[in-house]
């Protein structure tokens, strides 16, 4: 079965957000470029046809829908969350009944990082006023606190913590940490247990 690039970062949102099924890549004109997750690959398309639809009605009642907003959508059966992307095309989530309640678009960094992801793969100029997440894999204590920073095949790294955030949504944790190197990153943790650092670890270390 032939499948695009763009399939494995599609598949990888889907794993990193609490309760989604599955999501689809569609362009401007509601056709679906990939998709990935569960669900028959006619019923996903015809979904992501009609939020496209959804979100193209909201653009054209100017309720404020602009490149990287993100409409959600509560149907009986499942949510919707529909992101505005470059050139037109949109990725459109699906999810389980009411988990769209526990979700925050704009928190998310999750979405953020596959955003990130699909424009580097499609060759689409990145928001500059987006921050960067990247994915880390961290060793936490049993109070939830990060103890080491694990990347690549790089030895993982031990972590000072120097503080916690504060005002993060329910579910989330955060901490400004330092490491071995003397570097400090913020790591966050969002439901799921998915850890995302506010530079990339590569890089840093």
Not at 2 to 9: D, L, M, Q, R, Y
Request: proline share 5%; aromatic share 8%; glycine share 10%.
């Amino acid at each position: 079965m032939w499948t695009s690039a763009f399939e494995p970062i599609l598949a990888l949102l889907v794993r990193r957000v609490v309760g989604a099924l599955a999501a689809v890549l569609v362009d401007a004109e509601g056709e679906t470029v990939d998709y990935a997750g569960i669900g028959e690959a006619f019923d996903l398309r015809i979904a992501g046809a009609h939020m496209r639809l959804v979100l193209e009605g909201a653009r054209n009642l100017r309720i404020g829908v602009t490149l990287g907003a993100t409409l959600v959508v509560e149907a009986k059966a499942r949510s919707y969350l529909v992101r505005l992307l470059p050139d037109g095309y949109a990725v459109v989530l699906l999810l389980r009944r009411r988990a769209a309640r526990l979700f925050l678009p704009t928190d998310s960094r999750a979405l953020l990082d596959f955003e990130r992801a699909l424009c580097a793969e499609a060759g689409w100029s990145r928001r500059p006023e987006l921050a960067a997440w990247f994915p880390v894999r961290v060793r936490r204590g049993g109070d939830f606190r990060p103890l080491a920073l694990i990347s690549g095949e790089f030895r993982p790294r031990c972590l000072e913590t120097l503080g916690t955030l504060v005002r993060l949504p329910p579910g989330h944790r955060g901490y400004r940490v330092r490491a071995a190197g003397g570097e400090e990153l913020t790591l966050v943790r969002e439901p799921g247990g998915h850890w995302y650092a506010d530079e990339d670890p590569q890089r840093a270390g």
